[in-house]
Nanobody, 126 residues
Framework: QVQLVESGGGLVQAGGSLRLSCTAS????????MGWFRQTPGKEREFVAAIGWTNGNTYYANSLKGRSTVSRDNAKNTVYLQMNALKPEDTAIYYC???????????????????WGQGTQVTVSS
């Protein structure tokens, strides 16, 4: 099992930027597709972005497409989510997640991920 710890959340004004980080430990990071999801009270966890291991393929939800960039530094066991032009509706707890090596499950579905971080709060004020 991989332990994941997110950081970088906080309070930002609308139009601002944040970079979230997620660092993995416990097992090798190798082969894991890493995803970012977000959740607000009373709603299901929503896909934000994901990045593959072998080819670096990236996936984005329409809600943040064009305003976010997902990247990874495998040497540091860290994945990043850069978010720009933030809106109040981006306010949520953001989670990173790891999909096991070799899995072919849909990287945009929360059910495809077995390992989750504790989340980091992002609040965008208007």
């Amino acid at each position: 099992q991989v332990q994941l710890v997110e950081s970088g959340g906080g309070l930002v004004q609308a139009g601002g930027s944040l970079r979230l980080s997620c660092t993995a430990s416990g097992r090798t990071f190798s082969g894991y597709t890493m995803g970012w999801f977000r959740q607000t009270p009373g709603k299901e966890r929503e896909f934000v972005a994901a990045i593959g291991w072998t080819n670096g393929n990236t996936y984005y939800a329409n809600s943040l497409k064009g305003r976010s960039t997902v990247s990874r530094d495998n040497a540091k066991n860290t994945v990043y989510l850069q978010m720009n032009a933030l809106k109040p509706e981006d306010t949520a707890i953001y989670y990173c997640a790891g999909r096991a090596p070799g899995s072919t499950s849909n990287p945009t579905r929360a059910s495809s991920y077995a390992d989750w971080g504790q989340g980091t709060q992002v609040t965008v004020s208007s």
